[in-house]
C-alpha cells in the first residue's frame, strides 16, 4: 500500500465514523446546521482521501505508462485522470 493509500484510507475510517454520527443526528432531530457542518466535516475528508489517492496515482501508475512510451497505454491514464478530474470538479 502507497504511502497515499494509507492516509486515504484513514481518512475513510474517520468518514465513517462521522457519517455514523450524521445518521444519529439526523434520527434525533438534530438541529440542521449542525448537521449541515458535519456533513460538510465528512466531505471534507472525503475529498482529502480523493486527492492523496490521485496524487498516489500520478506518481505510481500515471508515470510507469508515460516511462513506457505506449502511447495507447498514455492515452488511456490521460482519458482516465480527466474523466475522475470532470467527475470531481462536479
Known sequence: ??????K???GFK???GLMENI???????E???NVMQQNLAAIGLLRSA??????GH????FKSAFETKNVKKQKQMTDEILKVTKLFNK
Not at 500500500?1 to 494509507?6: D, G, L, R, V
Not at 445518521?23 to 432531530?29: F, N, P
Open 14 to 16: 474517520k468518514t465513517k
Open 58 to 61: 500520478l506518481n505510481s501508475c
Open 8 to 10: 486515504a484510507l484513514i
Open 23 to 29: 445518521i444519529k443526528m439526523v434520527e434525533t432531530d
Open 1 to 6: 500500500m502507497t504511502p497515499q493509500k494509507a
Open 50 to 55: 480523493h486527492e492523496m489517492l490521485m496524487e
Open 31 to 33: 438541529y440542521c446546521i
